[in-house]
């Protein structure tokens, strides 16, 4: 039941517990080391296309995997579908995710952009 009465909107008074304030420096750790990987995964990309350092063929696999990586990243970290909660939202997501990459890569052998 909702308690009446109180402003949910209102800030919290007096300090958090330690409990708290545990799990909020865990949270802000984890955000900053995976923030310092996504920056590490873009720089990667950036110089290896860059400076040539990856052959041709072999460049858009590449960058692509990094993409995958710094999506799932995101999802799971800055958006929080790693929480309680969230089960509904990864089973579509996913989904989707498994629907579209068959159907894309049907639609481009069909239209002949890749030919084998």
Not at 23 to 47: D, H
Request: charged share 10%; net charge positive.
């Amino acid at each position: 039941m909702a308690q009446h009465g109180i402003d949910p909107t209102a800030p919290l008074t007096g300090e958090p517990t330690k409990k708290t304030k545990r799990k909020l420096a865990k949270e802000l750790r984890t955000q900053l080391i995976s923030f310092t990987f996504m920056i590490f995964l873009t720089t990667i990309a950036f110089i290896s296309i860059a400076s040539d350092a990856i052959p041709t063929g072999f460049a858009i696999p590449f960058i692509l995997l990094l993409a995958c990586i710094q999506v799932v990243l995101q999802l799971y970290v800055f958006m929080h579908l790693n929480e309680r909660g969230n089960g509904w939202q990864n089973a579509m997501i996913w989904t989707g995710v498994l629907i579209a990459i068959p159907t894309v890569a049907s639609l481009m052998l069909l239209l002949g952009i890749v030919k084998f």
